[in-house]
């Protein structure tokens, strides 16, 4: 732990890196206020945060920068209580307001209004399939040979599969068929097909086989549903070509995505610094996540990836914020 004094010039380093991208001097941290001491002792208690791992000193600068210890300590200590600007809230309330439509278009719209909010990426992990029940199936024919299943999911997921449909099928053997598909699945989970019951008509079986044949090989094959928005902000958030190469590239494999946001909040994190997640590409970034109920069950998981230097109270609040809107609306329907 840090004496009150050191905590002071910490988190006044702290702020000053995040504002500035700049390394803070003493003459500046006496200026943040809070601190009625002279600039020599700030620099002697910046000296003791170096070599304890808090701040480091790069090149030749007469300024310091925090370390990903530094930035831990911010975050669990120091950092006050963030809140949204009135004008964030009510961009918030008003978007969740206005979303109609499918699941996916919404949490795609999610990640850009969490982005267009702090400035960095933005995360969405759409709910899982597994203990989402069926609550509606609707087979209609496209054409001669050709057929689409639409199976609406508890949770608001709309699941399309296309589907080969024997020659000469007519509208009233898929009516039959989509009927007969309702009564079977609804209530029942993807993970979970029930056995097929005969319709006690072959043509209508055939079809209905075929369907669910289609839905047990996608399911399978199905990855997460994974949303970014505002990739295109980290390219601003770093100097090094390499870095947001490395970043943007990371964000674009989906598995990887998953597999961050959910070991943070399975080791019981809500913020992830530099190499706290393991990930050697996001070694700069740091992690905020939070997750969203549906009907007081765990959905999903929404965040934000940023530079080091993000502004922690700002992320964190908007991260919260969202994700609680963003369960009530899926709960209210």
Do not use: W
């Amino acid at each position: 732990m840090l004496d009150d004094r050191k905590a002071a010039v910490l988190r006044a380093v702290v702020e000053g890196y995040i504002e500035t991208a700049q390394p803070v001097g003493s003459a500046h941290v006496v200026r943040a206020g809070g601190i009625e001491v002279s600039s020599a002792t700030v620099r002697n208690d910046m000296v003791v945060l170096e070599r304890e791992g808090y701040l480091m000193h790069p090149h030749t600068s007469a300024g310091r920068i925090p370390t990903d210890k530094g930035y831990r300590f911010f975050v669990d200590q120091l950092a006050p209580s963030g809140a949204l600007e009135p004008v964030h809230r009510q961009r918030i309330r008003d978007f969740f307001n206005m979303a109609h439509g499918e699941l996916e278009q919404m949490l795609h719209d999610t990640t850009q209004l969490l982005s267009s909010l702090t400035d960095y990426a933005a995360v969405v992990i759409g709910p899982s399939h597994e203990a989402a029940s069926v609550r509606s199936v609707q087979l209609v024919a496209l054409g001669p040979r050709a057929g689409l299943l639409v199976v609406v999911l508890a949770n608001g997921v709309v699941e399309k599969r296309s589907i080969d449909l024997a020659e000469g099928t007519g509208d009233e053997r898929v009516a039959s068929a989509s009927a007969h598909l309702a009564k079977t699945l609804i209530g029942s989970t993807l993970t979970t097909l029930p056995p097929l019951v005969s319709s006690g008509d072959a043509s209508t079986d055939a079809i209905v086989a075929e369907c669910f044949t289609a839905l047990a090989r996608s399911h399978d094959e199905e990855p997460d549903h994974v949303f970014v928005g505002g990739a295109s902000r980290m390219a601003a958030a770093f100097d090094a070509v390499d870095t947001v190469r490395q970043v943007l590239d990371t964000l674009e494999k989906q598995f990887v995505v998953v597999s961050l946001l959910r070991d943070v909040m399975d080791r019981g994190l809500s913020v992830a610094i530099g190499v706290e997640h393991g990930l050697v590409p996001l070694a700069e970034c740091s992690v905020v996540v939070a997750p969203y109920e549906l009907e007081g069950e765990l959905a999903g998981t929404i965040g934000v990836l940023g530079p080091t230097r993000m502004n922690y109270p700002q992320a964190m609040a908007a991260v919260a914020v969202v994700s609680q809107r963003l369960g009530r609306h899926l709960t209210e329907g």
